[in-house]
């Protein structure tokens, strides 16, 4: 057993980059996320919306990726989508697959959808929207001038904030969105940490809860829970923190749909405690513990010792167009059928604008990212994926960290259930565009595309 190390997730060793911009909007914007709002503009600022920026490159001869985490809802229309990513790809030189622009999905942030321009408070949304693109870009032009020779390491935590959200209704047969407490989650929770010279610049956090702790009621722009998480972050370490909203189509947190402030910092503050508990658990930066030798006291006691671990310099990034089946069986209880007719207004557009963004074929046009960055693998796609993809991913690849991204790299395309959901009278069901067997398919093509990112990292050594 002489020399024998202990895992831990892999590291990373390259030329990491990290900035900061500002993308809140004006306090009068555009904003309604929710059918039972009874208004279509914002009325002041909570806290302001972030673009954290990571570029990550092979510190030898590899282009860079970009990760982004904004503090935004969701692409309603592919022409803004495009337009934005488009952008800045072009002025940055980057190809689609080097490049992963990933909201955050808060439910309290203004429209991301120019023909919204005709509503209250909407004249603002195509400057605001270009504004956004320009800071984007300005920020990876700051992190690319700020780059140094960083390490990253990662580590698994746990955090409860996410509850099962598929709640049986106890007055009829169909699922409502709320609070289910008899069905257990996935609580996983994914931390990365960006070093240099000693010093922590960057912590990633990976984790699958949807921001709807403020609803219908609220009329504040606001980063949801993730603002309150990142500012205890920043507190404590000193780093930029980037937010990755994991797979969490039927995760949501116990306290949520509400106005009050308190809550969104309690939820916050949850989360930013775990991976406050999740850093302090870590390894000093680029080491692992092996075990040293045996010293006979009053019990043979077994001697570990941390040591440098062997640092992984890989960088590769795929991008696939699944082609995933629409569905056309017609979902259980119909369209999800209400008597309020503001709720109904906003689900038939909402029905029609996801349909729009899936085309006509009888596939639905699917972008994926894969990413392998030193022995983590990143799969980012613009769906709400249901927390079985991550679940799958890291049960099939033990030995790296493995982050799961909704909301990225594309127009929101609809929720991916389960297929033995597809039997029930649930939101995401009636919602989605996506027929059954897409989730199913869209692991399965995620598990293909890691095997050969991780087969040719070994290949290259």
């Known amino acids: 057993m002489s020399g024998a190390a202990c895992w831990t997730p892999p590291s990373f060793q390259g030329l990491i980059g990290v900035a900061t911009a500002d993308i809140t909007p004006p306090a009068d914007i555009h904003l309604r996320n929710w059918g039972a709002a009874p208004h279509r503009q914002a009325t002041g600022i909570h806290q ?15 282009a860079p990726l970009l990760l982004a985490g904004l503090d935004l809802g969701w692409w309603m229309d592919p022409e803004d989508e495009a337009a934005l990513r488009e952008s800045v790809a072009a002025k940055l030189g980057l190809t689609d697959d080097q490049l992963v622009l990933a909201l955050t999905h808060t ?130 370490t000193g780093a930029a923190c980037l937010f990755l909203q994991g797979a969490s189509g039927e995760l949501a947190p116990r306290l949520q749909y509400t106005d009050d402030l308190d809550v969104v910092r309690h939820n916050g503050r949850q989360l930013g405690f775990a991976v406050l508990s999740t850093l302090e658990g870590m390894l000093p930066s680029g080491t692992t513990l092996a075990f040293e030798r045996v010293v006979d006291s009053g019990a043979p006691l077994a001697v570990w010792r941390t040591r440098p671990a062997e640092l992984d310099t890989t960088v590769a990034a795929r991008r696939r167009i699944l082609q995933l089946p629409r569905r056309t069986e017609d979902p259980p209880g119909g369209a999800g059928r209400t008597d309020d007719p503001r709720a109904a207004a906003m689900r038939a557009e909402r029905a029609a604008r996801i349909a729009r963004a899936a085309g006509t074929g009888a596939a639905v046009a699917f972008p994926v990212n894969s990413w392998r960055i030193g022995g983590a693998l990143l799969v980012a796609h613009p769906g709400e994926a249901y927390s079985m993809l991550q ?53 399965a093509e995620s598990l293909d595309v890691l095997r050969m990112l991780v087969r040719e990292g070994r290949d290259a050594l």
């Open 48 to 62: 302001r919306l972030l673009a954290v920026v990571l570029t990550i490159r092979n510190p030898v001869d590899g």
């Open 107 to 236: 439910h309290a942030g203004p429209s991301l959808r120019r023909a919204d321009r005709d509503q209250d408070g909407g004249a603002k949304l195509p400057e605001y929207l270009d504004e956004v693109a320009a800071r984007i870009v300005a920020a990876e032009r700051e992190a690319l001038a700020a780059e140094e020779l960083s390490t990253l390491d990662w580590e698994y935590g746990r955090c409860t904030l996410a509850a099962h959200r598929d709640l049986p209704d106890p007055a009829g047969n169909r699922v409502v969105s709320g609070f289910n407490p008899d069905v257990a989650v996935d609580d996983t929770l994914l931390v990365g940490r960006v070093c240099s010279s000693g010093a922590t610049r960057a912590v990633i956090v990976n984790y699958a809860c949807h921001p709807t702790t403020l609803a219908w009621q609220n009329s504040l722009v606001s980063p949801d829970f993730v603002g309150p998480m990142r500012d205890l972050v920043r507190a404590e």
């Open 391 to 443: 679940t799958a991913l890291r049960k099939a690849f033990p030995d790296h960290a493995v982050a799961v991204v909704n909301l990225a790299g594309g127009v929101h395309l609809g929720y991916l259930p389960p297929s033995e959901v597809y039997d029930t009278d649930t939101y995401q069901v009636w919602q989605t565009p996506l027929g059954r067997g897409s989730l199913e398919r869209l692991t």
